[in-house]
């Protein structure tokens, strides 16, 4: 079973430029989360998506950032404009839907930098 | 407030040492899981150990060891006999409820440093 990939893998981009990060859960998964580290911090929840619907977004900085999952499967996450502070790893993680807790799987990452 | 602290930034060991990563968690839920986390220089994020807060059992796992203590809101892991490889970021993290399902907290990460 494929695991949580997310693409691309490293962007680069100057400041001001729009970047969309992607995410593809597990198959089945109605959960998605996106979470970020920026450079020597700690791994910050950013939002909750169950199926297409955010949960929670208390985590997501500011306006310039917009996550949609249209139709519940994969899930984008659009920065614009991108700046300097925004250059970190974006992890996405997703889980099974119930009541009770179900393991989070996380993918590889997405290493942001904004020059 | 719910907050998981590793007090360690970093560690630097000689290869074969034993080393012990802290975290200590705080939560108001009385049913939660606790988490580490290795990240390597390649970024990734590599799940090491899941606990449930029902489950103070320690385990060992190789030359890895986790010790879950309630009562002092610790979930420290220890490397035994450390080497290179074991140099990476390590993250203590803290999953509880929110509305509709799970968020995880991490900690701040310690970078261990494992010397030849």
């Known amino acids: 079973e494929a695991g949580v990939t997310q693409f691309p893998s490293h962007s680069v981009i100057e400041k001001g430029q729009t970047v969309t990060l992607r995410c593809d859960p597990i198959?089945?998964?109605?959960?998605l989360y996106w979470y970020r580290r920026v450079m020597g911090k700690e791994i910050k929840f950013l939002l909750h998506?169950?199926?297409?619907?955010?949960?929670?977004e208390s985590g997501m900085p500011n306006n310039r950032f917009l996550a949609e999952r249209t139709g519940g499967t994969y899930s984008t996450l659009k920065v614009q404009p991108a700046e300097l502070e925004d250059s970190g790893v974006y992890f996405c993680?997703?889980?099974?839907?119930?009541?009770?807790?179900?393991?989070?799987?996380f993918g590889p990452g997405t290493r942001l930098t904004v020059l | 407030a719910q907050k998981v602290t590793q007090a360690q930034t970093e560690i630097s060991v000689v290869e074969k040492e034993d080393v012990t990563l802290d975290c200590v968690y705080e939560?108001?839920?009385?049913?939660?899981?606790l988490f580490w986390y290795k990240q390597p220089p390649s970024g990734e994020l590599v799940f090491l150990i899941r606990r449930n807060s029902f489950d103070e059992q320690n385990e060992i796992s190789g030359r890895y060891s986790w010790n879950f203590q309630k009562s002092t809101s610790s979930f420290n892991f220890t490397i035994t006999a450390s080497q290179v490889v074991d140099s990476a970021v390590y993250f203590c993290a803290l999953s509880e409820t929110n509305t509709g399902g799970f968020k995880t907290i991490f900690g701040a990460g310690t970078r261990l440093f494992v010397k030849a």
């Open positions: 993680a997703s889980s099974q839907a119930g009541p009770s807790y179900d393991e989070q799987f």
């Open positions: 998506f169950v199926k297409e619907s955010k949960q929670d």
């Open positions: 198959s089945g998964h109605d959960n």
């Open positions: 939560t108001r839920d009385t049913t939660y899981y």
